[in-house]
């Protein structure tokens, strides 16, 4: 199923859960781990509420790897 467009929470959780639980988990866990493959799930579904609109904010890690 493909990650739905929009910024609320609820269309967020669920395109989270579908990342978590679909093929593109499944490869990512086989090749990096699970751990790997949940942040990857998440960013995903961030980035899509991002690109629709929502006012989410970066991850402080990648506001941080930008600076230097």
Do not use: C, F, Y
């Not at 669920?14 to 490869?27: P, V």
Request: net charge positive.
């Amino acid at each position: 199923m493909p990650v739905l467009k929009g910024k609320s929470k609820k269309v967020i959780k669920q395109n989270i859960q579908e990342l978590k639980t679909g093929n593109t988990h499944a490869r990512t866990q086989a090749k990096k781990g699970k751990k790997q493959a949940d942040k990857q799930s998440i960013a995903i579904a961030l980035d899509t509420a991002r690109k629709s609109g929502a006012r989410i904010p970066r991850s402080a890690s990648s506001r941080r790897g930008a600076t230097r």
